[in-house]
């Protein structure tokens, strides 16, 4: 372990507060309204949420399209304005921290990346430094560690001085993950990260996000449709439908036969594993 | 994994220095007149020497005419250049430019508007003289918050959107420049079509000389701030905002460094078009698309493409001349079109 990541880890131990069953996420009775003119009613409303998370803990975000995943990923990243409630990240409200230092302590992967000049592949993850910098910097041999070993975190040093336009999905977005690695963050967001990946890249990316969370002690919450593998890698899981918090809790105590088929509109059976981990199998045809 | 130092900045600067420098020089030689290279070194080491006096006539003239000339065409590409850099990464379009989003035809309504105003106003000398550059300023502004709201879409910045409202504009507002100038004296009215093609031979008195100069360097110095920043805008406004980028800020300080950038070029040579469009794409290519690096050699890379464009349009039907504008459109035209083609492919 370098210096780098040495300091990165004290500094999140150092964090965390007082205990380490302090939680460090907490988001209190969030809500939410959109509507495209004030004067029009609200196309889409999130009703009061809670959760928390500790250090080290992967949360999943879960439910069908329009259910109001992204925009609760939103309100906890700081983005957006809750309507009523609030989101506090070790004691500090999101929304109201400085951008640089929300940059410090949130990161946040994105359901697409676009570039619009292509870059290489460390070029890319240095960007995760900025935060650290003023207006105009020029990287320190300290960034360029961190850069480096955010990418050996994903294993994806080779990728390094690949052009992002020319490496493929998987590999992509394992670059983008060391991006935000590079931040050091506290808290790491990911927008259906599975998105666009084929079955393999999708377990590798879900069992990386687990070994992090686990390593560098980040709070993690991502927002995905794949029921199996949020049974498999996280902590806890929020369900969401139509804008509404149906159930908080571990997969094997929120998945339920029952719930999710009203929640998902389709038939399925749940089936718990050898290892405590519940598995659902879709059953097509049969509804 | 190499990131950009200073040193690195600094000798990449040095050499685009240098080749301006040299592009200079031979602007200077070249011309309806000609001079030779010995006699040209000759009498600039007289004038730096400060015996002005010796100087035989012929090359009085050309440090005198020739001269302003090429300082003129370094200000005004380096401005428009620098420009686009900006707009480009901050509406995320590479196609964008002051010329293709209209900002050049607002400059030039609120330059033709301030010429028109101004002998009815009764201004004292000091504010007539950078009454005009002001006018091109204001209508710059004007234009590119015109054109910004037309290109967004549900609160997003739409590329193709955007480019079909900068072209709107540019047409509405190229209406309202035809409608201006008819109602100008008609001995006016070449004078004015030709800087409206784009021209470089109107040379700034020493007051606007001045504060074309600050203007130019306060607003790069603005716009160079926000390098960083620029980079992460590229890859949007969300992911800059996670990043730690103040977006609403480094916008409207961009915006506005960027339209006073186009406001004075426009105000003191007319909308030049392409530069601010080829210039940053070429630099791209050679340098990469760290602004850090990329907005001083768009300023360099701009510079020298306008003084060699504004020598040729000097020499190439001499004893006339062209409107530079001409030149830059008839070289930049067919490379826009590659470029779209490209980038639809």
């Known amino acids: 372990m370098t210096s780098a990541t040495r300091s990165s880890s004290s500094r999140h131990a150092a964090d965390a507060g007082p205990g380490t069953n302090e939680p460090r996420l907490s988001v209190e009775q969030v809500s939410y309204a959109h509507a495209p003119n004030p004067q029009q009613a609200p196309i889409f409303t999130l009703e009061a949420t809670s959760f928390q998370a500790k250090a080290g803990e992967v949360v ?63 070029e890319f993850v240095m960007q995760g430094r900025r935060p650290y910098g003023k207006s105009l910097r020029f990287e320190t041999e300290e960034d360029v560690v961190i850069a480096k070993n955010a990418l050996a975190q994903v294993s994806a040093e080779h990728l390094s001085d690949r052009w992002m336009d020319q490496i493929s999905g998987g590999e992509k977005q394992r670059v983008i993950l060391a991006r935000a690695l590079a931040q050091q963050p506290l808290l790491l967001l990911l927008d259906e990260p599975t998105l666009h990946l084929d079955i393999g890249a999708q377990v590798d990316l879900l069992e990386t996000l687990h070994r992090l969370a686990r390593e560098n002690r980040y709070s993690v919450v991502v927002v995905t449709h794949e029921l199996n593998l949020v049974g498999e890698y996280a902590d806890q899981v929020v369900l969401l439908q139509k804008g509404k918090c149906l159930r908080v809790g571990a997969p094997a105590a929120v998945y339920q036969r029952d719930l999710l088929e009203q929640v998902f509109q389709t038939q399925l059976s749940v089936e718990m594993g050898s290892n405590g981990r519940p598995r659902v199998i879709i059953l097509p045809g049969s509804g | 994994m190499r990131p950009l130092t200073l040193g690195r900045l600094l000798f990449q600067c040095a050499i685009l220095g ?76 590479p196609l964008a430019d002051p010329y293709v989003l209209g900002v050049s035809h607002g400059a030039a309504v609120g330059a033709i508007l301030a010429l028109l105003l101004e002998p009815r106003l009764a201004l004292s000398p000091e504010i007539a003289s950078v009454f005009t550059p002001i006018g091109g300023f204001i209508g710059a502004c004007v234009a590119i918050t015109a054109v910004y709201f037309l290109g967004r879409r549900e609160g997003r910045i739409d590329s193709n959107t955007l480019l079909l409202g900068g072209v709107i504009t540019a047409s509405l507002l190229s209406a309202i420049i035809l409608i201006l100038l008819t109602t100008m004296p008609s001995s006016n009215v070449r004078g004015m079509a030709y800087w409206l093609m784009g021209e470089l031979s109107a040379v700034p008195s020493k007051a606007l000389g001045w504060v074309l100069r600050v203007g130019f360097l306060l607003a790069a110095a603005v716009i160079y701030m926000t390098a960083s920043d620029l980079n992460l805008l590229l890859s949007g406004e969300k992911e800059a905002m996670h990043l730690g980028v103040d977006v609403r800020r480094v916008r409207i300080v961009v915006y506005i460094a960027a339209s006073a950038l186009t406001g004075l070029a426009v105000a003191m040579s007319g909308s030049i078009g392409y530069v601010g469009l080829l210039v940053p794409h070429v630099m791209r290519m050679i340098f990469g698309s760290d602004h850090r690096i990329l907005v001083p050699a768009s300023a360099f890379g701009g510079a020298i493409a306008l003084v060699m464009a504004d020598t040729l349009a000097r020499t190439i039907a001499a004893p006339s001349e062209l409107p530079v504008g001409a030149i830059t459109a008839i070289a930049g035209a067919p490379l826009f079109i590659y470029l779209l083609r490209r980038r639809l492919a």
Request: net charge positive; charged share 10%.
């Open chain 1, 60 to 122: 999943a975000i879960l439910g069908p399209n329009a259910s109001g995943k992204s925009t609760l990923l939103q309100i906890i990243s700081g983005a957006l304005q809750p309507l009523s409630g609030r989101v506090l990240l070790n004691g500090f409200v999101t929304h109201n921290l400085e951008p640089r230092i929300r940059g410090q302590r949130i990161a946040m992967v994105q359901q697409e990346s676009q570039l619009l000049f292509p870059s290489k592949a460390w």
């Open chain 2, 18 to 93: 240098a080749i301006l420098f040299c592009v200079m020089v031979l602007a200077l030689k070249f011309g309806a007149v000609h001079v030779s290279l010995y006699g040209l070194g000759r009498d600039l080491l007289r004038v730096l020497m400060g015996k002005s006096t010796e100087i035989s006539s012929q090359y009085n003239l050309i440090l005198n005419l020739r001269l302003p000339r090429i300082l003129l065409g370094v200000l005004v590409g380096a401005s428009l250049s620098v420009a686009g850099t900006s707009f480009q990464a901050l509406l995320r379009n």
